[in-house]
T-cell receptor
Framework: KNEVEQSPQNLTAQEGEFITINCSYS?????LHWLQQHPGGGIVSLFM???GKKKHGRLIATINIQEKHSSLHITASHPRDSAVYIC???????????FGTGTRLTIIP | NAGVTQTPKFQVLKTGQSMTLQCAQD?????MSWYRQDPGMGLRLIHY???????DQGEVPNGYNVSRSTTEDFPLRLLSAAPSQTSVYFC????????????FGNGTRLTVT
């Protein structure tokens, strides 16, 4: 079973700060997902990565396959970015995902 | 385009009762899955399906049944509810291609007393 660790568990920052959330996993994977869970509970897919880097607006996701590590960055953070960010990995050879416990991000105006 | 629709949003059951959580998607996705989310734990896979007529167990399948008679629908049945099944349940779908993004329903908050 793949172990997925996220850090930090909680993060509070001022509006405008650069945010980094980390995800490490123990076994090689075929893909990694970053998800955002809003305070109301809904879950939205942000990125799916198998290598390299992806950017969407102020969000950037990177993955280092050799180091089994991914980061999610938020530039010019805003209070609307306040949410729980979840990392999930897909193992080779099956359709099952293993999820991290999430990072709760709070951006203060 | 409705995406993934879960019903009901809230449900309270007594121990021993049975019920079905509904999940429907209108995106013609092959892959559908059910997760439960408990405080302090990551989402955990209950059951999943890679296409109509095909289902398989996830990490925590005990006490739950699923079927996939159509591409659109993937209901989750609680056979005899137990307090340990109090949780928030999410249904998700994806096109099925390797590494496709996931689309989640809005969740069902279930309380078993």
């Amino acid at each position: 079973k793949n172990e997925v660790e996220q850090s930090p568990q909680n993060l509070t920052a001022q509006e405008g700060e650069f945010i980094t959330i980390n995800c490490s996993y123990s076994v090689g994977i075929s893909a990694l997902h970053w998800l955002q869970q809003h305070p109301g509970g809904g879950i939205v897919s942000l990125f799916m990565l198998s290598s390299g880097k992806k950017k969407h607006g102020r969000l950037i996701a990177t993955i280092n396959i050799q180091e089994k590590h991914s980061s999610l960055h938020i530039t010019a953070s805003h209070p609307r970015d306040s949410a729980v960010y979840i990392c999930a990995v897909k193992n080779f050879g099956n359709e099952k995902l293993t999820f991290g416990t999430g990072t709760r991000l709070t951006i203060i105006p | 385009n409705a995406g993934v629709t879960q019903t009901p949003k809230f449900q309270v059951l007594k121990t021993g009762q049975s019920m079905t959580l509904q999940c429907a998607q209108d995106m013609n996705h092959e892959y559908m899955s059910w997760y439960r989310q408990d405080p302090g734990m990551g989402l955990r896979l209950i059951h999943y399906s890679v296409g109509a007529g095909i289902t398989d167990q996830g990490e925590v399948p005990n006490g739950y049944n699923v079927s996939r008679s159509t591409t659109e629908d993937f209901p989750l049945r609680l056979l005899s509810a137990a307090p340990s099944q109090t949780s928030v349940y999410f249904c998700a779908s994806s096109p099925g291609a390797p590494g496709s993004p996931l689309h989640f329903g809005n969740g069902t908050r279930l309380t078993v007393t």
